[in-house]
């Protein structure tokens, strides 16, 4: 069982979103480049996204909704910004399958776009020390995000261990990035509209995922 990481909310975030709630995932499994049986359930949701909202509706869904409320209230606008648990939606909506990457980040993907929470995924063994804390972007703080080149996080909600920023809403970064040789995880769901059952049945969906599309050694779900 991997040794739990001490999880801070910071002032910041408390001031702007008084009722937070997160889940942490941790996992211990192997990654694969594909899986076919995965890739027929995501489609199988996205086809369920394009049948019953817009883009005009997936706003009004309280996880992204409250997500929005947050990066304005920050100073963050989200229509530039778009937190990661709408963009997948979105991208859906316009026809486009989601990025196929590796089978635990597409996962990670499945379960964001199934509950609209932007779930943080990140390797568990280049976290760099014991503690993360949940803050706020500063000007000219250095965060690359993945597949995005260096990040304006200004503004932005960040976690951050003991070398600096690993993961925002909009974009985790490539320093802690999930591959093909990670076998520890560490997934954190995001609850910014204070659903503390909606975001702990996101994690609980994580595990089933990982158990049945991965070689899953142990998985444990701890709220934050």
């Not at 899986?35 to 949701?45: D, G, N, Q, R």
């Not at 964001?112 to 779930?119: D, L, Q, T, W």
Request: negative net charge; aromatic residues 8%; proline residues 4%.
């Amino acid at each position: 069982m991997l040794q739990e990481i001490k999880i801070t909310v910071e002032q910041q975030i408390w001031d702007v979103c008084p009722n937070f709630k997160g889940a942490a995932v941790y996992a211990e499994f192997c990654n694969t480049p594909y899986c076919a049986e995965l890739w027929a359930e995501i489609k199988h949701s996205a086809d369920y996204c394009r049948q019953n909202l817009t883009t005009e509706t997936i706003k009004q869904i309280p996880s992204i909704e409250a997500t929005r409320s947050v990066y304005r209230q920050l100073g963050k606008d989200p229509s530039r910004y778009r937190p990661s648990g709408e963009a997948l939606v979105r991208r859906v909506l316009q026809g486009k399958d989601l990025y196929q990457i590796n089978t635990v980040v597409d996962l990670i993907n499945l379960a964001s776009m199934e509950f609209g929470y932007s779930i943080g995924g990140f390797d568990y063994d280049k976290i760099q020390g014991s503690a993360l804390a949940l803050g706020v972007g500063l000007s000219g703080e250095p965060y690359e995000g993945i597949g995005r080149g260096m990040l304006n996080i200004e503004h932005l909600p960040v976690y951050r261990d003991a070398a600096g920023g690993i993961g925002t809403p909009t974009s985790d970064n490539e320093r802690t990035a999930l591959s093909l040789s990670t076998t520890h995880l560490l997934a954190l769901v995001n609850g910014y509209d204070g659903n503390a059952l909606s975001v702990m049945a996101c994690a609980q969906r994580i595990a089933e995922l990982l158990s049945q599309y991965t070689e899953c050694h142990s998985c444990n779900i701890l709220s934050y």
